[in-house]
């Protein structure tokens, strides 16, 4: 497959694992020794209902991504068999969000190819909030007031001095399966009332909370 010639090409092979339900999302696994933008966040994709489909399905996809990680363009090696199909699976894509580009990428962004394998799973639902840490150390501060005791939402609505952003926020029910499959190894265990530790996430750490089901 030709592709333009707007930045430099990186073939790079990941697998991703889809659910065909509402609420899909996605594990990225990168072969050793490659260096590859991280998944951050997922859109869901439609169901494949092309003849043949037995519930499993394996193509492969063209991303260009740009140097803060969101994605310009998308291209499939080829088409499933149904154009709506295709269209609808690359305005999803465009959403996803994912790690910036390495600083000795190419300034406007990067194609790297993707091997997608699509698998059904049954959506996860769950009360959440996060805090997000820009280093690791800060990750643990912020955990460490967690475990003593601190209210989640006093450290939540507290500004980071960089930004003056909050550093943290209550997502409302999410579908754990939109993150990739570290995070929602941890969420699966998450009971209500619980904090994870801090989870790499992008280029970020982030500490859950799984609120009940009441609020």
């Known amino acids: 497959m030709l592709i333009g010639n707007e930045g430099v090409y990186m073939r790079i092979y990941l697998l991703l694992l889809f659910i065909f339900i509402y609420g899909c999302a996605a594990t990225i696994e990168t072969l050793p020794d490659r260096v590859a933008p991280r ?3 997922l859109t869901s994709l439609p169901p494949l209902t ?3 489909h037995t519930g499993q399905t394996e193509f492969k996809a063209f991303f260009y991504i740009l140097p803060d ?3 310009e363009e998308i291209r499939l090696e080829k088409s499933s068999g149904d154009a709506s199909w295709d269209s609808a699976a690359i305005d999803s894509m465009k959403q996803w969000c994912f790690t910036s580009l390495p600083a000795d990428t190419h300034p406007r962004g990067q194609w790297v190819e993707y091997t997608i394998r699509i698998m059904v799973e049954d959506p996860i639902w769950r009360q959440l909030g996060e805090l997000v840490a820009h280093t690791k150390s800060e990750a643990d501060s912020l955990y460490m007031l967690i475990r003593e005791g601190a209210d989640f939402y006093a450290i939540a609505h507290q500004k980071r001095k ?3 952003d909050e550093i943290g926020r209550y997502l409302g029910t999410v579908d754990i399966l939109r993150y990739p499959e570290h995070v929602r190894n941890e969420l699966r265990k998450l009971r209500a009332g619980q904090c994870t530790a801090p989870i790499p996430v992008g280029n970020h750490y982030v500490i859950y ?3 009940k ?3």
């Open 50 to 52: 092309t003849p043949g």
């Open 162 to 164: 960089d930004t003056n």
């Open 209 to 211: 909370k799984r609120f």
């Open 69 to 71: 990680g969101s994605v």
């Open 39 to 41: 998944i951050v966040s």
């Open 213 to 215: 089901e009441d609020i």
